[in-house]
């Protein structure tokens, strides 16, 4: 299922167990997604950019196949409250992990603002990797803090 939003169209892919896959695309790359987790999704990015800072928890993520390094920092990540930024390093100290590896996760995550790794930073605020889309990254912080 291709959703449409302000910066293109997002593709979501679901399982019995949850979201699949939810991620920036321009065109369709397999089954829609149809029934009540493609629509509960739908609806909360669609509320997230109306502005009306939707928690994501209550969405499932399927983690069939990912490891579970991913998986903690994917949990992890999730937790970082709407407009607020952490660290790589600070992440990465949370989970006894280093912060190349957080960096590896986020760059791997197929859960697009389900998982907000936008929120998650250098130290020194340089924005950091956004899997080759830093002015996305950019644009979602600058949504997030009401200028976008």
Do not use: N
């Amino acid at each position: 299922m291709l959703i449409p939003t302000p910066i293109g169209p997002l593709w979501l892919e679901v399982s019995p167990r949850g979201v699949r896959c939810l991620e920036p695309a321009l065109f369709p790359r397999g089954k829609e997604a149809e029934g009540p987790w493609a629509k509960r999704v739908a609806e909360a990015v669609a509320r997230y950019f109306r502005g009306e800072r939707p928690c994501f928890w209550d969405i499932p993520l399927d983690y069939s196949g990912l490891s579970p390094k991913q998986v903690a920092v994917y949990e992890a990540t999730r937790r970082i409250p709407y407009g607020r930024t952490v660290s790589y390093g600070s992440l990465a100290e949370g989970l006894g992990l280093s912060p190349r590896a957080v960096g590896a996760a986020l760059r791997a995550c197929p859960f697009f603002l389900l998982v907000p790794a936008h929120r998650v930073v250098h130290a020194d605020g340089r924005l950091g990797g956004f899997a080759g889309r830093e002015g996305l990254k950019a644009w979602l912080l600058s949504f997030e803090a009401g200028g976008a």
